[in-house]
């Protein structure tokens, strides 16, 4: 088999990032689903501990009035609490994640062209404050 072309190896190159970029993506939402179903079982403690209040001695259960509505009420403002910081978290570690993957990206793909390119390319990549802000600019 004859060698592949710059061409050719640029594509298998792209194809093997793309992925890798897929299983970093499969890998982030694990970890947002892990860290909100690790509120679950807050979650479903507190909702036991509320049920336990509204049976009766018999297991029935009693008819709803402004006090447990305002039980209800504040066992909802408790897990919205509780997955309002798990999904700030994740969404923290997100951000995080994609800081550096977006530096780390521009620089595969420079590595990557100068290494396959039958010419010898002198390219310098920028800062990673300015990449950022070339990256996050609007065209016109």
Not at 92 to 115: I, Q, S
């Amino acid at each position: 088999m004859a060698d592949k072309t710059a061409n050719e190896k640029i594509r298998d190159g792209l194809l093997q990032r793309h992925i890798y970029l897929h299983k970093y993506a499969d890998g982030v939402k694990k970890k947002i689903a892990f860290l909100l179903d690790s509120t679950e079982g807050d979650v479903r403690a507190a909702i036991e501990r509320t049920l336990a209040t509204l049976t009766s001695a018999d297991g029935s259960f009693f008819d709803f009035n402004a006090g447990t509505n305002a039980h209800l009420a504040a066992l909802r403002d408790k897990i919205h609490a509780i997955r309002s910081v798990a999904l700030a978290k994740a969404l923290a570690d997100l951000e995080a994640d994609l800081a550096f993957l977006g530096p780390n990206e521009a620089h595969y793909l420079n590595t990557l062209v100068k290494k396959v390119s039958p010419v010898v390319l002198k390219t310098k990549m920028p800062a990673h404050d300015k990449l950022a802000a070339l990256g996050g600019s609007t065209p016109i």
